[in-house]
């Protein structure tokens, strides 16, 4: 439910402001832990950083009742179709923060099994650097996402690119690179 | 087991052989002699203080087979190397090296040993007879070697590829199959071999 | 579990030549005397158990590429992950099923392919402790030692006392960690959702040593070749203390919690049995194999380091169930919290690496004072340090099994091949066989209790 293309009059925008600060305090993670990442993610569920706070605590097994993607690990050659298919399935408004340095430009692996950043194949809103980064890190891009979705600014620029992530997939047959671009469907 | 609490401990047995304190780098202490690796009839070198047996293509079923029968029930380890680039290599007398190298290490548990079997293979004929049927656990190692070296081991049961994608092209760790770095700014790509 | 249909009558037969029971099989073509059970051959059992599903794992799965037997009572084919709800990374997981039961499995592997033994070409040995931790990542310290210690057998170098039992001390103190983990997620994969959540605890209080000590709670990469990366902190005895003191208080009130819990037990008792001959025949090592009830452990058996000189017990199961595993890591723990208080008490004074000036960099304060220690310092972090043309392989008894790293060096500072045995990437083998004849539902009680790291099955 969006309003951004609504005129907004005096009715309208605090109700868009209640959508706003709704959607972000009830982010609720899609469970993508890869590697290393993934062993900080869990932590910060945990007690001990707890985003529990934030509302964020119940990692959704299914994609299709999570809001949040949090890439957590190394994502090789084999797995980025999955990604790929993960990210698919889940429901607009969806993001994506990339966790680490793997997850964000391949970190320190630069050779043939790594794919050189997630964004490479899902639009990513969001990068924790670090290898791994700490849960303090990762609350700190959390936070960041939060007060970018209660601005607004991340549906609007959406809306004006106008287009998802430019993406290679392998052919399911193994007979080579599709070039497939995928359309963001806008939010109604 | 009892019903309550976990299970007993067992009480760390006196070690076999010696109590010597064994320096950190010192992992020859387990290993046979050189009057037993000699028996078997093949070149043996020691590297660091442990025995390598070095079989040829031909031998090495019945070597593996034997080493069974003598008590080396556990394999630890099934790899290859690629010595493309690195082709001088210190061989024992009698022995000619190749382009791969299949090392397989074998532990017994009752003897506490540990042994080392290489193998030379020709580029052209990189193939050898399956381990599964001997010990079961090389089954995931023997299918790493082919898909990462592109060894082929003959009576295996499912030979294919199982780190990378089933259609992927080329062994990724032969010396020859580049290691696919993306080119990134102010730093410089390593050279090649 | 299941019974293997029977194809045969066996009938115990008393002979008349020997006191022992001879098994007799009445087949089409008379009388059959077969061999005791116990001599037959482990590729055999497996065989005959027909636990694993051989099956192309690509994308699109065509009928006529499945050449299994269709029996009459049809069986059904899924697939469970890469992505799941069971914690343990992305194992991708093959299941034929006949109603509930799992008959064939197959584990499909290569999704955190790093390819980080072709990385591990391209660093030089200092490099190389960064690569390699990754691996195992609950047990970076481990990988870092194995390393560590490959290469020093390669340099055929002694490292100082103080740096092994530096080392000793944080391996413990890592396997503690990963134990502590493995509780949580294992608890978090049967349901006990509590468990998740303390067995963090008692971790952060380890990580935060760690952090101490090595600078990161994860990947510290901290023992490299020729010692430790730096000296203990000061007043880490009181911080050692402090866990030792808070640790064991918390494993009674796990134990309270999970070990007689009906609900625990029906779940985890009796599910995912192995065999000790399965289990040897595979490969398996650490606490699978511990469980099937053999009693080996490398730092007892082929003792490294220091572990000759301390006193602790290996812990054996009976049953080779996923109980027996949880047993046997709940108890590991407590046996590693006896090994660092002893290690506590021997520390000893002295260097924390060794002061060999082509292996280890000159102290930082030296390079303004000395030409010699400034070079050094650039030709190790540049060049690096050549090691001496070999091979060699060394195993360690991490929290998974038996970890060893195979080193190949050609003279030049940077290795020639790197291979790193890992203990999940053997121990999964034995997942379709501990699968066999139990419900789906046990599937991800038996995953948990294989404990699988993904970064060490698919380096």
Redesign the interface.
Known sequence: MGFEDLNHNFITAPLEELVKWSRKNSVWPATFGLACCAIEMMATGAAHFDISRFGMEVFRASPRQADLMVVAGRVSQKMAPVLRQVYDQMMEPKWVISMGVCASSGGMFNNYAIVQGVDQVVPVDVYAPGCPPGPETLLHAILTLHSKISTGEMHSRRLDSGGGARLMLPHPGGAGYEDVHVEMRTPH | ?ST????D?????P?AGG?E???????A??AMTAAEAAGYGVPVSF??G?P?LHVDQAGYEAVIARLRDDGF?????L?A??YL??PG??LPDGVRGERFEL?V?LVS?VR?Q?V?VRVQLPEHDAVLPSL??????????ER?AYD?MGIVFTGH??L?????????EGH??RKD??????P?QFKQS?GTR | MSEDPPHNTWTPVHTAETDAETLVAETSEGTQELQPRTLTESAELLRERGAVLRLPDGGVLDSADIDVEITDDETMIINMGPQHPSTHGVLRIMMELDGETVLRSKPIIGYLHTGMEKTGEELTYVQGGTNVTRMDYLAPLFNELVFALATEALLELEVPERATWIRMLLTELNRVSSHLLWMATNGMDLGAVSMMIYGFREREMVLDFFEKTTGLRMNHNFIRPGGVAADLPDGWQEDVNEILHVIPGRLAEYDDLLTGQPIFRERTQGVGVLTAEEAVALGATGPILRSTGVAWDLRRDMPYMFYDQLEFDVVVGSYGDAFDRYAIRLNEIRESLRIITQIVERMPEGDYRIQDKKVTPPPRRRIDESMEALIHHFKIFTEGFKVPEGEVYVGVETPRGEIGCYLVSDGSPKPYRLHIRDASFVNLQSLPIMMRGGLVADAVAVISSVDPVMGGVDR
């Open positions: 087991m309550a609490g976990p299970t401990s067992v009480a760390s047995a070690l109590g304190t064994l320096p950190t780098a010192a992992p202490a387990h590297s660091r442990q390598v029930n556990g394999v630890v380890d790899t190397v690629d680039a690195h290599r210190e090392v290490n548990y506490r540990r080392r599964f049927y001997v010990y079961p656990g090389t089954e995931a190692m790493e990462m049961p499912d294919s590829r199982i780190l990378m994608p089933e259609d992927w990724p760790l199959y580049a290691v696919g770095r993306v990134v390593p």
